[in-house]
């Protein structure tokens, strides 16, 4: 078979540029929530990264030192974790957006993660009130407060929170969902999320209470919890290109971000094909650095260039049925 020929005259390199949240970005890529996003210097590293945006770590109203160490732990095909919310507290996330979204275009979006509803509130209607922040991420899927359950899981509690998220705050709102593996959850949570104007629905944090567990010393691998945490990484990319495929189905007018299992610019070539618009890295990012996201860009790019896709658009939410 003759090799196919490449017009290089007529033949433009793809480019990564997305939305999110109404915002033109230029990569579809960013980090995911928690993984090098808790100190002002790990916030600029990823500003200065090829990312698209910037999301912080999930935040309380005050400083939280989070649950105690071991807490994170590299675990074949991915990670565990129960880091517990440590952060700066909500007024550190804030300053640092409104200091630095004057000198980038590359919106900054604020994680909130209240440990009660009336924290929540709280946090809600303080970012309501900050000037230059673009989008909220509220987190409504952290599985390591012991004692709390994840209000993703809590159907009624969710629309409640929404409803009321939606009465006072003006900022957009994106949500970051637990993984769901029932069809009638999947049907559940999307009418609700249907109800309201979400700037975006991010599919999916850990795999709640997962367990490894190191054989030599009998013992589990991370403190907290009795060594229950939130799985990530490799292990959890057919749930997460499940959740993002199926809010897609179920809301194809929202903008979908897809989060989990993305290790090299294939996983998040599956996310786009399943339907996300951008596609966040976590444990890659902890293992490898913001250097990940050159390797991922490129990666991507390389694909897109061999399918002679020219962005985006072209292939996303087009998974193939057989
Ligand atoms: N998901 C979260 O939402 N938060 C963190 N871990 C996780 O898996 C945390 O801080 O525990």
Redesign the pocket.
Known sequence: MADVQINKEAFVSPVLNSSLAKISLESCLMNA??VHCTQESELQDLIEAKTGAVVSK?CTLEYRA??PEPRYVTIPYGSI??????NNGIRYYLDFIDGNQKNTAKPIILSI?GLTRKENIELLKTASSAQSLHAIEF?L?????PGKPQTGYDFEESKSILEEAFSICSKPIGV?LPPYFDMAHFEAMAAILDQFPLAYICCV??IGNGMWIDSAEESTVIKPKSGF??I?GLFIKPTALANVRMFHKLLPHFNLVGCGGVQNGEDAFQHILCGASVVQIGTTLWEEGTACFDRISQELIDIMTKKGYSTIEDFRGKLREI
Do not use: D, V
Request: glycine share 24%.
């Open positions: 929530s928690g999930s989070g649950n974790n129960s880091m517990g919310l440590p993660a987190n899927s952290c599985p390591n407060i970051k944090n850990s945490g939130g990530g």
